[in-house]
């Protein structure tokens, strides 16, 4: 049974040690103290807090930016999780597969998922592969840095975030995998596991689908622009397709930032997950403070650990 404010000695630790490194905050927390408020931070507090040590910028040669007629959303792809998709994708962008195609589903509380419309009639491809193996999960060796959450976790016997992404691992079998949370980036299949080559993607705009963990290859996440798919108009057919009479959100284009001009990019930076600033904003939203909250769960799921994405700084 959780207590009111958990803290183990360890998240205490690097909180205390997040603390030390943002004066401001370790301040604000004594003057809270003072006030007899809960000395905690909330993830505001820690993000306005924060040095740009804190802070790294998008490789603009794993970021896509899909252009809607209502403005840009940004997709960090993940390398590191689904290597051979993620090439192919980048090769249907360079060879500008998707420009002219158009969102053909937008199911509530599920996904938006993109495309070609036209079944009968596929867009041809260039040198991009037809089939890619499905990439459910890969080696943990692949996964350069992986900060584990202490809370248990229905869907992996470890849950964690890997540099940015929510992700799943099971350390017996050496396997590691990206989760289905809110804005992940997933590549539609059919049954079989190689029928998915990222012509057709889509995005979780609806509670987590955690049950498609390891049944589907996961690419990224969106880093900015999830307004523009979550509000989509539904798709009135099963699952929430568009029918013929419906208009399909059309793209305009989908780039790799790498292949677009510097003046022109979304200049956005992610808050590095190996810092301790990071932990103190997991701990934050574990054990949430202010005089507002009356109860703090001392857990956090997966899916709703801050990833604190900002402008880049002048």
């Known amino acids: 049974m959780h207590t009111p404010f958990p803290i183990t000695v360890r998240r205490a630790a690097a909180l205390a040690l997040a603390l030390a490194t943002v004066p401001a905050l370790a301040a604000k927390t004594k003057a809270d103290a003072d006030a007899g408020l809960p000395v905690k931070p909330t ?11 804190d802070w790294r910028p998008l490789d603009p040669d794993n970021t896509l930016y899909m252009e809607l007629p209502g403005g840009r959303v940004v997709i960090e792809l993940a390398p590191d999780f689904a290597p051979q998709n993620v090439a192919n994708i980048k090769l249907l962008a360079r060879e500008h597969y998707y ?77 590691t995998w990206l989760a289905h949370c809110y804005g992940m980036v997933g590549v539609g299949r059919d049954v079989e596991n190689d029928s998915g080559n990222g012509t057709s993607l889509y995005a979780v705009t609806g509670h987590a689908p955690r049950h498609l963990d390891r049944n589907i290859t996961v690419v990224g996440r969106v880093v900015s622009g999830m307004a523009l798919l979550s509000t989509l108009p539904r798709g009135h057919e099963a699952m929430g397709f568009y029918g013929a009479n419906e208009v399909h959100p059309p793209i305009t284009s989908v780039r790799l930032a790498a292949d677009v001009p510097e003046a022109e990019r979304s200049h956005l930076e992610v808050m590095r997950t190996d810092t301790a600033t990071y932990q103190a904003a997991v ?32």
């Open 99 to 175: 420009d002219g195609q158009s969102v053909v589903r937008s199911q509530d509380n599920y996904v938006a998922q993109w495309g070609d419309a036209d079944e009968a009639h596929p867009k041809p491809l260039k040198t991009a592969r037809d089939k890619v193996p499905g990439e459910f999960t890969v080696p943990i060796k692949n996964v350069r840095h992986f900060t584990a959450l202490p809370e248990r976790d229905g869907y992996a016997p470890q849950v964690g975030i890997a540099h940015g992404f929510p992700a799943g691992r099971d350390p017996k079998a050496g396997r």
């Open 283 to 314: 701990e934050a939203q574990r054990n949430r403070g202010g005089p507002w909250n009356k109860y703090a769960a001392g857990y956090v799921e997966l899916c709703n650990v801050p990833l604190p994405v900002r402008e880049q700084a002048k």
């Open 43 to 53: 993830v505001a507090d820690i993000v306005k807090a924060s040095s740009p040590a």
